[in-house]
């Protein structure tokens, strides 16, 4: 396949913004999602730049940005689209089945619309910080059976494959990947960069089709049950110590030097 | 009790061919508290060395390995067809591994091909298909139910003790390897060199923040680390900011620690920081600003300028 003609999906979900202190339900089911600030999650902004950037360098024909969840998940596609994607598509999922919403069935969803777009290259953040689940680029491979280039650092078109160098826990990894792939982005992959004025403008005239699991043939049934949300046991504050001396003197104390 | 006797559990263990990763012994012992049998999983090149290390752990039953080419790098895609064969042979209730950069990229793969839903990152198992793990960067504890056939999940090393590494007897066996899959190659590896302690099993880890204001001034916590056998992290900010690389970061995003003895340096403390270190022992925090939120977690607080107290510290223990 020619580079020039891949085609790119980018993932980008709307979360609790980063800055944002999250407070749990006092009946513990969740936290607090109501009138919070909400956000393009992160490592999906990066995966977004990652694409955008991949054509600009006209390796990639086009990119589409998909966000599953209710209808706030538009304002996160013109964000997206804002930033250089071409075109968004939202997977219309009901406040009710979103609360119960988890990688797997967005998986499904992703894996059903790459096929369905003829995408060639998936990019998505390594996780969302909402859940922390770290999964769906994972699990979006394996139902499209393409291969996986988690945590990505770098990632380069060499003909029909991948080059993508990775985070792994002792440094860095580099591994090449056959295209059809999913990337998922890592923090050092770039630096994405903030919409402007006249691209938000742009944005705004840009297409959004709305998708339904079910067109895709999707079952949203949850798989995991939350049964609990509660508050982390806190940590209290120590001391304050005035020297290096007296901290040295606390620390033998209590055994710890 | 009964039903516990029809669970049996796979620890996919995680390696440098010539040696274990500790976190494999922390998901043993989470492995362990499910209550059935606890199979370890061993795939490489040349992992012979690797099982029979495993078969001496205690409260390992069995150990399978399976050497090829194909192994190299541990890849994914390589690594779950030879999973999903060990898993319709041996009908296993619970597959698990360490949440490393390893077990994160290999697990919801192979869950995914079982048609089951994975569970990340767990810090406490309160049955057979209940399990906790944090959500929001640790601000907040979730409860899970998993109704799935098969529970896949990936456990966090420092919520579980490493399992005693003598006393196990366990079987080895080999197991054949299924036909590569060639979809993705492994190229290489740049580890940072290092001869400090690994910072996920370090017991004493110094960490630096955007205090710092500079790499090379990241001198001053190798020389006090080496006072206290301690590895080096750095926050997020001190990564994004260049000082540092990638691997050296706790945090949400980073490494979790939760050594005996953690030391911040120059780190204002932010969320996502926390979430990565708060479960340490004893907490030092270090910064001239007395308002930083790193104080409200911390055991002992000296409110100073870094540069002046970091050198005054390492000579103290040199004493």
Redesign the interface.
Known sequence: MAAAGLRAMVGVKRV?D?AV??R?KPDNSG?VTDGVKHSMNP?CEIAVEEAVRLKEKKLVSEVVAVSCGPQQCQETIRTALAMGADRGLHVDIPAKDYENL???QV?KILAALAKKESVNLLLLG??A???????????????LD???G??A?EVSVDGDWL?VE?????????????LPAVVTA???LNEPRYATLPNIMKAKKKKIEVVKPSDLGVDLT???????????PQ?K?????????D??A??KE?G?? | VLLHRFQSTLVIAEHANEALTPITLNTITAAKRLGGEVSCLVAGTNCEKVAQELSKVQGVSKVLFAQHDAFKGLLAEELTPLILETQKQFSYTHICAGASAFGKNLLPRVAAKLDVAPISDITEIKSPDTFVRTIYAGNALCTVKCDEKIKVFSVRGTSFEAAPVSGGSATVEKISAPAPVGQSEWIEQKLTKSDRPELTSAKVVVSGGRGLKSGENFKLLYELADQLHAAVGASRAAVDAGFVPNDMQVGQTGKIVAPELYIAVGISGAIQHLAGMKDSKTIVAINKDPEAPIFQVADYGLVADLFKVVPELTAALKK
């Open positions: 609790i980063y202190k999250v749990v936290v490592f988890t990688p797997f998986s390594k996780q910080i909402d859940d922390d689940c770290n999964q769906t680029g994972q699990m979006t491979a394996a139902f393409w291969p996986q988690t945590f650092s080059k990775r985070e792994i826990d002792g440094g860095l990894e580099t591994v090449r990947l056959k890592d923090l050092r949850p798989r995991v049950k939350t049964l609990s949300v509660e508050d982390p940590r504050a120590g001391v304050k110590v005035e020297t290096v001396e901290l040295v606390k620390l209590s710890r030097i």
